[in-house]
């Protein structure tokens, strides 16, 4: 499967603990470059401090650690990594908590697949659809 990735030196780690919602999202990467998946915020964390990633996209509620309290662990240490929070329940004060938590940007589900490749290309503008 890797010989078809057109950017293997990209990696895309996606936080998201519902199977259906990582599939979309790895259905539209996977030609593109690498994917990682983590089902909670701390399995997230154990996966960044060892492995390299180039965008993190995570998904705001998660067992074990929501995606604002793993956020804000990640910039403890990496203030530069792009992350996109996303969330199926769009309320301003999850935005606003992302926001303050340092996050780059948010999309809401269910994802639009334009709007998302063309957020994911503002912040990896190598990937091209």
Same mark, same amino acid.
């Given at each position: 499967?890797?010989e078809n990735?057109k950017?293997?030196?990209i990696?895309? &780690?996606i936080?998201? +603990?519902e199977?259906s919602?990582?599939?979309?999202l790895?259905t @539209?990467l996977k030609?593109?470059c690498k994917? &990682?998946?983590?089902m909670t915020?701390k ?11 180039? &965008?993190?996209l995570m998904d705001?509620k ?5 995606g604002?309290?793993?956020l804000?662990?990640?910039r403890?240490?990496d203030?530069? @990594?792009?992350? @996109?929070?996303?969330?199926a329940y769009?309320?301003e004060? +999850?935005?606003?908590a ?7 940007e948010f $999309?809401t589900?269910?994802i639009n ?5 063309? $957020? @994911?290309?503002?912040?990896l503008?190598e &990937?091209?659809?």
């Amino acid at each position: 499967m890797e010989e078809n990735i057109k950017h293997k030196n990209i990696t895309i &780690l996606i936080a998201e +603990d519902e199977e259906s919602n990582f599939l979309l999202l790895q259905t @539209i990467l996977k030609r593109q470059c690498k994917v &990682l998946h983590a089902m909670t915020g701390k399995e997230l964390l154990e996966i960044y401090k060892k492995e390299h990633a180039d &965008l993190i996209l995570m998904d705001i509620k998660m067992p074990e650690m929501n995606g604002i309290d793993a956020l804000k662990e990640i910039r403890k240490f990496d203030k530069d @990594i792009p992350i @996109i929070m996303q969330s199926a329940y769009a309320f301003e004060n +999850d935005m606003e908590a992302a926001r303050q938590a340092g996050s780059n940007e948010f $999309m809401t589900k269910p994802i639009n697949i334009k709007e998302f490749k063309s $957020m @994911i290309t503002r912040f990896l503008p190598e &990937l091209t659809w």
